[in-house]
């Protein structure tokens, strides 16, 4: 009760926030333009797609680059989003008075975190309704359209648990936000050098880290277990992380 007590205050504090509300207008703009952008190309394009055999169809086309575009700006704004979280309890010396609640900091970091994953959750959601509403006009494939939002969702969830332990090691959000968005990027073109490692261990452990390989598949509806289980370590080692980081710091007062 605890946990879901801390993530609807923040849920709830991040829809009072003029900068969520700012963040979110912008991003579904974005998807929105992207989404238009698709659908156009793919009206452009569909008197040489009837005389091909077996061609793609609106969902390949549309959602699936908007899935794999949206996943970038994800790793955009989710660092702004979650710098706060901890960084800002630090800076406005408030840290002491949420170690001095009777909570667990394994509840104040899940609930953190379940509060602004909630809210990137929302973000997603209103992004699915894009592609959906392609329903209405044609056929959709629901099987791809479901791989690709399952895998944005994991995707998104390993990237706000960075985001939650970055955030406990900075006692400035700004640098919370930019030390994310490296760790962010960096898992996410992890594998472009892999082709140029004579290893062959070395260049499958460089492909097995990429987010960006994991979600791909998945963008492509190969859903697999290895994929899901890539996103679980990912999300539960920060976390835990995130919990040690901070059972220090109340250990030291």
Known sequence: MSILSIASRELRSLFLSPLAWSILGVVQFI?????LTQLNTFIQIQPQLANLDNAPGATELIATPLFATSAIIFMLVIPLITMRLIAG???NNSLTLLFSAPLSITEI????????LGFLVC??????????SLGFAGTIDYGLLFSAWIGL???ITS?????VYMSSLSKQPTVAAISTFGILLMLWILDWSSSK??????TGALEYLSMLRHFEAMAKGLFSSADLLYFI?????FLVLSIRRLDGDRLQR
């Open 31 to 35: 998807f929105a333009y992207i989404f």
């Open 89 to 91: 309890e630090r800076a």
């Open 109 to 116: 970091v899940l609930g953190k975190f379940f509060g602004v």
């Open 123 to 132: 973000m997603a959601l209103l992004l699915a309704l894009m592609p959906l």
């Open 153 to 155: 969702v994991l995707l």
């Open 159 to 163: 990237f706000a648990a960075i985001g």
């Open 197 to 202: 490692v004579a290893d062959a261990n070395a």
């Open 233 to 237: 370590i990912i999300t539960t080692t």
